[in-house]
């Protein structure tokens, strides 16, 4: 079973950047593909981003495509999510979230069974 610690949220005007980071604990990193998601109050849990188990094939949302960028460092049991061009709309609880899975090419955007507690983004305008 892994664990998960998400880092890196915080306050930031519109138009600017921030990385979100986690680190998973407790199981061999390499097993899952990762994913990020966010929730806004009163909305439901959107997709951001996933990255499969090497970091080679990576799918996003359509709301975030050509501003968020998710990466991940195996050697540190860590994944990453760049965001840039923030805008209020992007203002969430933002979730990582971890699939164990077989085939090492596939990018879920659903059906994750580990969650960490998630970090706060707040766009400002």
């Known amino acids: 079973q892994v664990q998960l610690d998400e880092s890196g949220g915080g306050l930031v005007q519109a138009g600017g950047s921030l990385r979100l980071s986690c680190a998973a604990s407790?199981?061999?990193?390499?097993?899952?593909?990762m994913g990020w998601f966010r929730q806004a109050p009163g909305k439901e849990r959107e997709f951001v981003a996933a990255i499969s188990r090497k970091g080679v094939n990576t799918k996003y949302g359509d709301s975030v495509k050509g501003r968020f960028t998710i990466s991940r460092d195996n050697a540190k049991n860590t994944v990453y999510l760049q965001m840039n061009s923030l805008n209020p709309e992007d203002t969430a609880l933002y979730y990582c979230?971890?699939?164990?899975?077989?085939?090492?090419?596939?990018?879920?955007?659903?059906?994750?069974?580990?969650w960490g507690q998630g970090t706060q983004v707040t766009v400002s305008s």
């Open positions: 979230a971890a699939r164990m899975i077989l085939d090492p090419r596939m990018v879920p955007d659903q059906q994750y069974n580990y």
């Open positions: 407790g199981s061999t990193f390499s097993y899952y593909a």
